[in-house]
Nanobody, 122 residues
Framework: HVQVVESGGGLVQPGGSLRLSCVAS????????MGWYRQAPGKERELVAR???????NYADSVKARFTISRDNAKNTVYLQMNSLKAEDTAVYYC????????????????WGQGTLVTVSS
């Protein structure tokens, strides 16, 4: 079984910064892509940023040049550094990981965290 746990959300003023962390644990053989998604009230969940095991990244246009995704493969951890935050960044942020389990090598499974709330407000 795999657990995905996010941390680092909170209340921040416009223009401020936050760093989200996400750790995956369990019977993990390998992790390919890791990503951050967000869902604002009344809106659909959307991709914020994603990073492959090789370090290739992609970002939503709305966060380019403000957010940076990174990962520590040794710790099964992905980070999201968020700078110059805006009110429209307010949302629940979810971590997503694509995992290969020891019990099923060759098959990838998708796991989600429970979400962490980011509120940008003065």
């Amino acid at each position: 079984h795999v657990q995905v746990v996010e941390s680092g959300g909170g209340l921040v003023q416009p223009g401020g910064s936050l760093r989200l962390s996400c750790v995956a644990s369990g019977s993990i053989f390998s992790i390919s892509a890791m990503g951050w998604y967000r869902q604002a009230p009344g809106k659909e969940r959307e991709l914020v940023a994603r990073i492959t095991s090789g370090g290739t990244t992609n970002y939503a246009d709305s966060v380019k040049a403000r957010f940076t995704i990174s990962r520590d493969n040794a710790k099964n951890t992905v980070y999201l550094q968020m700078n110059s935050l805006k009110a429209e960044d307010t949302a629940v942020y979810y971590c997503n990981v694509n995992v290969v389990l020891w019990a099923a090598i060759g098959t990838e499974y998708d796991y989600w965290g429970q979400g962490t709330l980011v509120t940008v407000s003065s």
